[in-house]
């Protein structure tokens, strides 16, 4: 299923995880699933995640395949081989932790860990039905993690259930202390443009969680999205543009980088401001509404044939990759459609409050599990 790259047998007896090949394990070759890293050396040592998998016991069993250099939104991958989505094989399973996401959703691993720059966690979490989780941004190390430097990327877990991925924060994150269940909590619904299926699916889940829901905005949520797209650009070309050189990078994403390295300074000064305005229209919003939610994509995940363009489909990623600009913490909870297609809910929190995200979070699930006539089915 090109989910695992590299089989591996370390660490203890508790959960097993498998974590996404930008991560790196001492002893094995962190290749981000590229040709134009095939003959890289083994990581002389573990990243800090992976020492406190192993310090808690966890059993690593693999690395998975991504989206090639974490640049991309599909998960397909011509060299490594594109991982099937388990639970919905005629669609893409996302990226770019693509094997990530599947490997949980296939059931090879209790949880697991991928890197969310622009929506790296999220989609594929959505695509694949399965609960994933954007940490606040810098909250959990990227110490030993591809690309050594960036404003936008963090590391965050995959699971099949919620309790799941809080246990995987509290061993990732040795400063996250599970938050109690609130008794209820105030929405502020993010209205921003989406297929009417996914539309439906949302507010069925909203309407079915019983909670005070308010309507918000953010002036500047469209123009997050385009700023992060120039950052994301600035810092890949930083981190990667070299590899170019040798010819050995899939021409989906040569193509992609190429066009990076033409990022104006002028233009990446813009994305700062707007990254300014945007985290603070964030911050004012979640003054006086407990999390922010809306969906984690804008339509049902494509099928593989019609997801060949990577640039054609950076769509995707229109309602996550602000949160990335930002800093905010976001997780993505899996919901079915009428048609029986995956949806995403998205709850976004404030910074830093990862514990009460995840709270609230629980509370919705409960609530919408207990609503008998909802139009859907919320996973849990």
Known sequence: MAIVVESLNLGGAGPSVMVKDTIDIAGSPTRASSRALEQAEPAAQHADVVQRL?????????????????????GINHYTGTPVNPRFPALIPGGSSSGSAAAVAAGLADFSLGTDTGGSVRVPACCCGVF??????????????????????CVGPFAATLPMLITAMTIIDPGFTPASTPASVKIGVLKV??????????????????QLLETVECADFEAAYSAGMVIINRETYAACGHLLAGGNVGADIAGRLEAAGSMTDAAVADAERVRQRFSAQVDAALQ????????????????????????????????????????????????????GLPVGLQLVGAKGADEALLAAATLLLQRIAENPVRPLEAAQ
């Open 132 to 153: 994933g989780f954007k940490p606040t941004f810098a909250r959990v190390s990227r110490r030993g993690v591809m690309p050594a430097a960036t404003t936008l990327d």
């Open 288 to 339: 006086h509404c407990d999390i922010l939610a809306l969906p984690t994509m804008p339509d049902v995940p494509l099928r593989v044939e019609d997801a060949a363009d990577t640039r054609a489909v950076l769509g995707m990623t229109s309602l996550v990759r602000p949160f990335n600009l930002s800093g905010h913490p976001a997780v993505t909870l899996p919901l079915t459609s009428a048609q």
């Open 193 to 210: 443009p989406a297929s009417a299926a996914v539309e439906a699916t949302i507010q069925a889940a909203l309407r079915a969680s019983g």
């Open 54 to 74: 192993l310090d808690a016991g966890c059993r690593i069993t693999g690395k998975t395949s991504l989206h090639e250099l974490a640049f991309g939104t599909t």
